[in-house]
């Protein structure tokens, strides 16, 4: 299967939002990737549901919704609902019972997703690999755009193919923080389904053309 970008909207212009949601509409991405941090989780703050609202108004592909929240559990219809999410992720650091939050997720017909920060192994998901769509390997600690890709996703993403091979799964490894022009190839041939880029994308002079050769 052809790999997707998701094109993660914090390194948008977000006085311009409508211009840069209509620009990703237009490109070869495949999702819109929308970080939600709470300050908590992790040392900073992003957008919440009256920008998420906003977005999935003109966004016209899905909406991977990654949640950077302690006990996302409290919010997870409004995710679903309001935001409209069609993948809604979860950190595994930050779900006590984390089989129940997938759960919760699945209710809502949505597909559910679970991130691990750098340091978390996947051997961890041996047991909750066949309850989720996806699994977001976060390559930088979570909290911020423009970040420098960790060398040893890599070894993270080979692994978890086998697991995922091994087991006939169909989940999706989705990879995000520093992936650019440099390193998503490496990326694909490692075993990574979704790239996420930010700062790849959005600091260079054509956009859309940088969307158009990192999903090339
Ligand atoms: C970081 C976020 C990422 C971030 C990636 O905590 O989860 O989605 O926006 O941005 P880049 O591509 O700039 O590293
Ligand atoms: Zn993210």
């Known amino acids: ?20 949601i209509e620009m990703v509409n237009q490109s070869d991405a495949a999702w819109f990737h929308l970080d939600i941090m709470d300050g908590n989780f992790v040392p ?39 935001a409209k999410a069609s993948y809604l992720t979860v950190h595994y650091e930050a779900c006590s019972h984390l089989h129940r939050t997938l759960q919760s997720i ?13 340091h978390t192994s996947v051997d961890l998901l041996e047991d ?3 309850e989720t ?7 930088v600690n979570p909290g911020f755009g423009g970040q420098k890709y960790i060398e040893n996703t890599y070894h993270k993403v080979r692994k978890l193919k086998a697991m995922i091979n091994e087991k ?7 990879v995000d923080g520093g992936v650019d022009l440099s390193n998503y190839k490496q990326l694909i041939e490692a075993g990574a389904d979704v790239l996420v880029c930010g700062n790849a994308i959005f600091s260079t002079e054509n956009p859309l053309q940088t969307i158009e050769q990192l999903a090339r």
């Open 106 to 118: 699945k209710k809502m017909n949505v597909k559910t997703g679970v991130s691990l920060n750098p």
């Open 133 to 139: 769509d996806l699994v977001l390997l976060m390559s």
């Open 44 to 82: 900073n703050l992003s957008i919440g549901f009256p920008v998420l609202k906003a977005i999935a108004k003109y966004a016209a592909k899905p909406l991977d919704i990654h949640l950077m929240i302690n006990n996302p559990d409290f919010y997870i219809e409004r995710f679903c609902t309001e």
């Open 1 to 20: 299967m052809k790999h997707r970008i998701s094109v993660s909207m914090l390194s948008a212009d977000f006085a311009n939002l409508q211009r840069d």
């Open 168 to 174: 006939r799964l169909n989940t999706l490894i989705e």
């Open 128 to 130: 909750i690999l066949p």
